[in-house]
């Protein structure tokens, strides 16, 4: 990802912000394309399973899961906010012991990552410019399920993209990206994953990709 953006994540996914977004959860629960996520990786059970959480924010996915029995989660994210509040929470809950958190570029140290059974990019593909990269660093490290939750691919959703990213860019914010739901699509499918089940709200796509041919290196 280009330094630039990196540095703008950075800057706005800050202390404050992680704190009022960990403080929201706590007292409405998640997100309601996060909850369907979560509900749908979570579908026939991930008892004994792992999770690779990339761009994790303030937890919510590894929560949820490893209350649910999850064996372990991994949280790779470029906030350092964003972590420290993860793993804050994790350790309230007594989690501390099944977490790994990890600060950097998921492109850039996807082969230092172990695979998981599951792989959840929540909000993420919308911040990042790279999508042939990105998707094939999470297909690659995806044993069973790939979920993601990312901007409809539609006309409104794009041109609300670029006023975001021009109004933004005077005030260090990140650019928004909608990116092309078939080239996502092409990318998993030559990854080895096949769409399961998709759905969402009107503004997100929520999209559950499963492994059926095997996972290579």
């Known amino acids: 990802m280009p330094d630039c953006q ?3 994540l950075e800057h706005t996914f800050n202390d404050r912000v ?5 403080r929201d959860y706590l007292r409405d629960g998640a997100d309601r394309s996060t909850a369907i996520l979560i509900d749908r990786l979570g579908a026939d059970g991930v008892s004994g399973r792992t999770l690779l959480d990339v761009g994790g924010g303030i937890g919510a996915v590894q929560l949820e ?3 649910r029995g999850l ?7 470029v906030s350092a906010a964003y972590l420290a509040v993860a793993r804050a929470e994790a350790a309230r809950r007594g989690f501390e012991d099944r977490t790994r958190y990890r600060q950097g570029d998921f492109v850039e140290i996807a082969r230092d990552v172990a695979p ?6 929540d909000r993420v593909i919308c911040c990042y410019p790279d999508l042939d990269g990105l998707a094939r660093a999470a297909a690659g490290r995806t044993r069973l399920r790939l979920g993601l939750v990312h901007p409809r691919d539609r006309w409104w959703a794009r041109v609300g993209a ?8 005077p005030f260090g914010q990140p650019r ?3 990116h092309r739901t078939d080239r996502l699509e092409a990318i998993l499918r030559a990854a ?10 009107r503004f997100w796509r929520v999209a559950v990709y499963r492994r059926v041919a095997p996972l290579g290196g």
């Open 18 to 22: 992680a704190r009022d977004d960990l």
């Open 6 to 8: 990196c540095d703008r």
């Open 116 to 121: 998981a059974d599951l792989v959840a990019l």
């Open 71 to 77: 064996a372990s989660a991994e949280d790779v994210d």
């Open 65 to 67: 899961l490893l209350g």
């Open 192 to 201: 080895g994953l096949e769409r399961e089940w998709s759905g969402g709200t």
């Open 162 to 169: 670029r006023a975001l990213s021009v109004v933004g860019r």
């Open 176 to 178: 928004f990206f909608v």
